[in-house]
Structures are given as structure tokens and as C-alpha cells.
């Protein structure tokens, strides 16, 4: 199926608006297969998406699938773009963002910067974009991980 869309950018500020986006599968459901946010000039190339083994798997499995690319907000941040597309992660928990990580041994984590509590690192990990080691790494304060891409972090008790 071909489609046209249009999305509204300025030339100042094409390289720092941030969008929020969704794939889905054209056969499958009304849930999202995968929540992400990148800078508009990577929107289609669905890279947070294609670091997803499950999305990995099925790219390799229907090399000639059609998805379905909808963005659903822009921001004027990553920081603003990531809270928003942390909370649907969150809230949604689409398969290919969840896909692929060990949960167990869970410890809650709680984001100090917005209130966002989760499951375990792993989770927190995810809804923030960021390597399941680089924010263990964060939670013992080790020097170099003060911060996850502008967000503080604490395990809870």
C-alpha cells in the first residue's frame, strides 16, 4: 500500500525537533508493535526499532512487510520527547520494546526527575533508551553515569 504524509518543519529547526512514533503491523491489531522517538531526519528510518531483536526477526522473516509509521507527537527536546514516549512504552508495553530483555531479578526503580516508577532496570533501561548495564552502572552512581539522557534514577527499596 503507498501513502503520502506530511510533516510540518521549519529549515531552523528541522535538526532539533524530536518526534514520538509507533509501528505497526498492517495485519495485526490496533496495539503497537514498537514505541520510539528520534530527531525527524531518522523518523523513517525506524533505527530504536531496528535495534529490537523481535524487530530484527521479523524484518529478516518479511524483508517485503509493510508497517505502519505514525507520528504522534513532536517536541522541541529529546528530554520532552523521551518522557512522552517513555510514558506510552510504560502505559502500552508493545512487544517489540519489550522483547528480548531477561526481567527477572527485579528491583523497582523510580525516575526522580518525573515520578515514573518501573518493574526493574530493565524497564527503566527501556523506557529510557539506554543500555541495561550503562544504568545499573547509573543506580551504583559509578563516575560517568550521573545521568541517563537527562534523567536521575533510583532503585527503590
Not at 503497537?32 to 531496528?50: I, K, N, Q
Not at 524484518?59 to 506510552?88: C, F, Q, W, Y
Request: hydrophobic letters at 40%; one cysteine or more; charged letters at 20%.
Amino acid at each position: 500500500m503507498e501513502m503520502e504524509f506530511c510533516i510540518k518543519i521549519s529549515p531552523s529547526n528541522c535538526w532539533r525537533t524530536w518526534f514520538v512514533y509507533q509501528l505497526f503491523d498492517t495485519g495485526q491489531s490496533q496495539q503497537p508493535l514498537f514505541v520510539g522517538w528520534c530527531e525527524a531526519r531518522d523518523l523513517l528510518t525506524m533505527g530504536h526499532a531496528r535495534q529490537s531483536s523481535a524487530c530484527a526477526k521479523f524484518m529478516k522473516a518479511n524483508p517485503d512487510a509493510d508497517l505502519i509509521l505514525v507520528a504522534i507527537s513532536r517536541h522541541p527536546t529529546k528530554e520532552e520527547a523521551a518522557r512522552a514516549g517513555g510514558r506510552l512504552v510504560h502505559q502500552l508495553r508493545p512487544e517489540w520494546n519489550m522483547s528480548g530483555y531477561i526481567m527477572s531479578r527485579k528491583k523497582r526503580v523510580v525516575c526522580l526527575d518525573n515520578g515514573l516508577e518501573f518493574n526493574s532496570v530493565t524497564e527503566a533501561a527501556l523506557w529510557c533508551q539506554c543500555a541495561v548495564p550503562s544504568m545499573s552502572a547509573h543506580l551504583s552512581r559509578k563516575p560517568g553515569y550521573l545521568t541517563m539522557h537527562g534523567f536521575t534514577f533510583e532503585r527503590v527499596e
